[in-house]
C-alpha cells in the first residue's frame, strides 16, 4: 500500500473522528439546555419560584450552581476544542470571560443561601452538611484556578518554560474542580429532595421527585460528555505554541 493510500485513510479517520466530536459538543449543549430548563422548572413549579424574600431566594442557589458551575464551567472548558482553528488568544480572553460568568452566578448563589439560612425567623445552621463542604471547596478552587490561569496565560503572562511546566496541572485541576462541583450538585439537590419530600414522599416517587431525578441525570450525562470530550487525545486542539 503507498504512502497517498496511508495518508488517504488517515485523513478520512481524521474527518470522522471530527464529525463524532461535532455530534458530541452538540449533544452536550442539549443536555446541558435540558438541565438548566428541569431545575428552573422544578424551583419554578413546585418551590415557588423565584424572589428574595427569605422563603424564596434559597431557589437562586440550585440554579445558579447549575447554570454557573456546571453547564458554563463545562462549556468553558469546550472552548479550546470547539474553537479549535481560531487564534489561540481570542479563546484564552473566552475561556476566561466564561469563568468571570460562573464565579459571578456562583458568588450570587452562595449569597442566596446563606440568605436563606441567616435571614428567616429562626435561622438555619451553615456549613454542617457534606454537600457544603464540598461545594465551598469547590468554589475556593475554582477562584484560586482562574487566578492562576489569568497569571500564568493571560497577564502579566509565566516565561514559555513556566507555561508549559504549568499547563498540565492547570488542566488537571480544571477538571477535578469540575468533577468536585458535579459531585457537590448531586449531593445538594438529593439533600433538597428529601428535606422538599419528607415522611416517605420521595419514595412514592410523585412528580417531583421524577423530574428532581430525570434533573440529576441530565448532570450526569452533560458532565460525562464534557469529561469525553476534553480527555480524548482525538479531539486535541492542533499543536501550537504556548503563548
Known amino acids: 500500500m503507498g504512502k497517498g493510500k496511508y495518508e488517504e485513510i488517515g485523513n478520512n479517520l481524521e474527518r470522522s473522528s471530527l464529525a463524532f466530536f461535532t455530534i458530541g459538543i452538540i449533544g452536550a449543549q442539549i443536555i446541558g439546555l435540558i438541565m438548566v430548563i428541569l431545575v428552573g422548572s422544578w424551583l419554578s413549579n413546585y418551590r415557588g419560584g423565584y424572589g428574595w424574600d427569605p422563603k424564596l431566594v434559597f431557589n437562586y442557589h440550585p440554579l445558579f450552581m447549575t447554570l454557573g458551575m456546571i453547564f458554563l464551567y463545562g462549556d468553558a472548558m469546550l472552548v479550546y476544542r470547539a474553537f479549535r482553528s481560531t487564534t489561540k488568544l481570542y479563546v484564552k480572553i473566552l475561556h476566561g470571560l466564561i469563568q468571570v460568568a460562573v464565579f459571578v452566578f456562583a458568588t450570587v448563589a452562595l449569597k442566596a443561601v446563606f440568605d436563606s439560612h441567616n435571614k428567616v425567623a429562626k435561622p438555619i445552621p451553615n456549613m454542617y452538611s457534606l454537600h457544603s463542604w464540598v461545594g465551598l471547596t ?8 482562574w487566578v492562576c490561569g489569568f497569571v500564568s496565560f493571560l497577564f502579566p503572562k509565566l516565561s514559555d518554560g513556566l507555561r508549559r511546566m504549568y499547563l498540565p496541572h492547570h488542566k488537571f ?4 474542580v469540575f468533577v468536585l462541583c458535579v459531585a457537590a450538585a448531586l449531593m445538594g439537590i438529593t439533600e433538597k429532595a428529601f428535606f422538599s419530600l419528607p415522611n416517605g414522599q420521595y419514595a412514592q416517587l410523585p412528580g417531583e421527585a421524577v423530574l428532581i431525578n430525570f434533573f440529576g441525570v441530565t448532570i450526569v450525562v452533560f458532565a460525562t460528555l464534557v469529561v469525553y470530550l476534553v480527555t480524548k487525545e482525538d479531539y486535541a486542539r492542533p499543536v501550537d505554541p504556548i503563548n
Not at 468554589?139 to 484556578?145: A, D, K, S, T
Not at 485541576?173 to 477535578?176: F, K, R
Open 138 to 145: 469547590a468554589v475556593i478552587l475554582f477562584g484560586m484556578q
Open 173 to 176: 485541576w480544571g477538571l477535578a
